[in-house]
């Protein structure tokens, strides 16, 4: 025969219903423990700079909203603002090697095109007066600047002259730096015969479909190509002057699809881009052009139809095309005798 065991009393019950709603309560905070990131955790956006002092001394990420597209920029300092535009395949990134000694006696803005880098969104267009006018919202309207000098690389150039075309008003001056400029003095056709890498970055869905897996492969391969003594420019040399560590920032944000074609989408654009620059009128800035070293003359042919002040010009010493990672000593001195003259 089996006995029932005695009933507990109720003091003894509720001491039990005590403690397993603090075992419920401990397992759901452990489980979210375990699960949520911690708040030192950075963000992606911030993984590059977490670690370097003369960012965290200065700078900061930033959002906005700009119609329909949020995007992202890195800001500080004080002073006269300067406003830093990309190319392809970088993001604001490529500016950091110049950035602390600008914001010694500047406001500096490196932004992330639409679409691109840690912006967020797809622009209605990649033409680069399309992109300038988002640029153009993003400093103007949302933070209230009128006087900016904007200095862009690569494709970032075309979008610099497409916001002093059109806001000139609001563009104190402007520095160009390293692109033939599509308009009256080459058109896209013939622009996509100058590198194999415009040809086929002009296709359509071909380079997601090639590059899409091996993003990083594709950009760390590319580097070196259009480098000083690179095979752009008639040499052999297959050195990168871009650290393991800035390929990998770089492709963490091209590894994105929408962002992947956001950029291939930059070279698509060309033949609007001809027709946006033959219909510019004549850009009366002040402006600083700077280009891969030997190149000078041919960049410069293709920009005086639309560039009317050119007050200091130079090709960069032993640099490719990526003036501000290969030499950025010259860059930043000849930026700030531009910035401060």
């Known amino acids: 025969m089996i006995t029932a065991p005695p009933p507990l009393s109720r003091r003894t019950q509720r001491s039990r219903t005590i403690a397993a709603y603090a075992l419920s309560f401990l397992l759901v905070i452990g489980t979210a423990a375990c699960s949520t990131p911690t708040s030192a955790e950075p963000q992606p956006y911030a993984v590059a700079t977490q670690n370097d002092p003369a960012f965290q001394r200065t700078f900061r990420h930033e959002f906005a909203d700009v119609d329909g597209v949020r995007m992202h920029y890195v800001t500080g300092g004080s002073g006269s603002p300067v406003v ?20 010694k006696h500047h406001t500096v803005y490196a932004i992330d095109l639409p679409g691109l880098g840690d912006s967020t969104g797809t622009p209605t267009g990649y033409d680069k007066a399309t992109l300038a006018r988002y640029v153009h919202t993003l400093i103007a309207e949302r933070l209230k600047i009128r006087n900016a000098a904007v200095v862009g690389h690569d494709f970032g150039a075309a979008v610099a002259f497409q916001y002093a075309s059109q806001f000139p008003g609001d563009t104190s001056r402007l520095g160009y730096f390293d692109l033939p400029l599509p308009g009256p003095a080459i058109n896209a056709t013939t622009y996509r015969s100058l ?6 970055h002009s296709q359509r869905r071909v380079p997601e479909a090639v590059v899409g897996d091996d993003v990083r492969e594709y950009l760390a391969l590319f580097y070196p190509q259009v480098s000083f003594g690179g095979t752009a420019f008639g040499g052999t040399s297959d050195r990168s002057p871009f650290t393991d560590a800035e390929i990998t920032e770089y492709a963490r944000t091209y590894s994105r ?15 609007k881009d001809v027709r946006d620059t033959v219909a510019a009128g004549p850009v009366k800035v ?5 280009t891969a070293q030997g190149q000078l003359d041919a960049i410069r042919s293709t920009v005086v139809p639309r560039l009317t002040d050119i007050v200091q010009a130079a090709d960069v010493p032993r640099a490719g095309h990526w003036l501000v990672e290969e030499n ?13 003259g």
């Open 195 to 200: 590198s194999w890498h415009i040809a086929f």
């Open 84 to 103: 830093l535009v990309h190319g392809w395949p970088q993001t604001w990134y490529g500016w950091w090697p110049v950035m602390p000694a600008l914001a």
């Open 257 to 271: 699809p929408s962002v992947l074609s956001g950029g291939f989408e930059l070279y698509r654009a060309l033949d």
């Open 286 to 290: 002040p402006t600083l052009l700077l």
């Open 328 to 340: 950025p000593q010259f860059v930043t001195g000849e930026l700030e005798r531009f910035l401060n």
